[in-house]
């Protein structure tokens, strides 16, 4: 059998790496397609070294671009690549544009299509994020849930029966990658000298908050006016959204009072380094969302809306609007630890060997 995988974002590449892993256990052969959505080396060549990923077979170097161009770039690309490889599946990962692209070049070439992180809803469609999972889940064969919550949301879609729920992939490697990094030192205490517990962790990049020249600046405001430093990593999106809003990172990390301290991307060892010794993460990030929830380090996502419900239900997530309750929510105490019933909703870090399985098992199975 063979499965080629679309990926293009740095969310993508972690849930990429037990999912190459199964496959290459299992006697898998695995093409992996490279869209280029990220390009910035530190946020896709190093995830691919320090997961242990096999190199791209494919790389479309698509690069960025409005949601249209972007996206139509790497529709067009797709043709090629899976008249190529003729896969058994293409197995598509999480909310980006390549992932609407990879499920929509799929289902139009009539090739079966697996949506890996399927049902996760926001409810809100000003999200461009929310736009490519309904779409892809609904163009999709076969739908690869994390969630009984992920299952629900299909069902009421009129889509169960495309529906298993297997767990959530980014357990399996978040838990792989924290007990290799559990005795390692912070990297961002050693560079920057920050205390044990005394810091945050924050990333901040998607459109609905740096877009808007006002919105940004509120959030940034507010991150540098937290009781305790908060280390900004900067994603490049970030950096030139501040830049076309005329705002300046360093200046607003380096005004008197100020406890922010920018600080360029960590790889993925990196980062679950320092969050396991941060206070706490403040974040628009999804899966950073997550991994601080299986972490058990608190998190304010800096959003109205969540699609990992389970974070904030069992205490561990605050949504906030930039301003004080960002301030407020990113100093508050640690919260009480989760009822041993309800403290795993992602899984038991098996997930990526049951997506393999379900593949085998239904692979021939899917006519047009």
């Known amino acids: 059998m063979k499965v080629l995988s679309v990926v293009g974002a740095r969310p993508q ?20 397609v490279h869209t280029g959505q990220h390009y910035d080396p530190m946020l896709s060549d190093v ?29 067009a690309a797709m043709d090629g690549v899976l008249a190529e490889h003729a896969p058994d599946w293409v197995l598509v990962y999480g909310d980006t544009n390549s992932t609407l692209a990879g499920a929509l070049a799929a289902v139009k070439l009539h090739v079966p299509s697996a949506h890996l992180e399927a049902g996760l809803r926001s409810f809100n469609r000003a999200m461009p994020e929310e736009i490519n999972r309904v779409l ?3 163009a999709a064969d076969l739908l690869l849930t994390p969630t009984a919550v992920g299952a629900a949301h299909l069902a009421a879609e009129g889509l169960a029966e495309r529906t298993v729920v297997v767990g959530d992939v980014m357990t399996d490697v978040l838990l792989q990658v924290r007990d290799q990094v559990a005795g ?25 908050n740096t877009d808007d020249a006002g919105r ?7 991150l540098a006016r937290v009781d305790h430093p908060v280390v900004l ?21 380096g005004a008197p009072g100020s406890q922010l301290l920018v600080h360029p991307p960590l790889s993925y060892p ?4 320092s969050a396991l010794h941060a206070r706490g993460v403040v974040t628009d990030s999804g899966g950073l969302q997550k991994e601080a929830f299986l972490l058990r380090v608190p998190c304010t996502t800096v959003r109205p809306q969540t699609e990992w419900v389970e974070t904030v239900e069992l205490g561990w997530n605050v949504l906030v609007e930039p301003g ?17 019933g309800a403290a795993t909703p992602y899984g038991d870090g098996q997930a990526a060997e049951r997506v393999v399985a379900e593949l085998c098992t239904r692979a021939g199975t899917v006519t047009f």
């Open 270 to 273: 990196e980062l679950i380094a």
């Open 216 to 222: 940004l600046r509120a959030v940034l405001d507010a």
């Open 136 to 138: 892809t889940d609904h």
């Open 233 to 253: 990593l900067a994603h490049p999106r970030l950096v030139a959204k501040c830049a076309e809003h005329g705002i300046d990172l360093e200046a607003v990390g």
């Open 324 to 340: 004080e309750a960002l301030v407020a929510a990113a100093s508050r105490p640690r919260p009480a630890e989760p009822d041993p």
């Open 13 to 32: 590449f972690v849930k990429l790496a037990p999912i190459a892993h199964a496959c290459a256990a299992a006697g898998v052969e695995h093409v992996i």
């Open 47 to 75: 995830f691919f070294r320090d997961l242990g990923i096999p190199a791209p077979d494919v790389h479309l170097g698509v690069g960025s671009g409005s949601h249209g161009v972007q996206t139509g770039a790497m529709l």
């Open 184 to 208: 390692e030192a912070s990297p961002v205490m050693k560079e920057l000298g920050l205390a044990e517990g005394g810091y945050s962790l924050s990333t901040i990049h998607r459109a609905e």
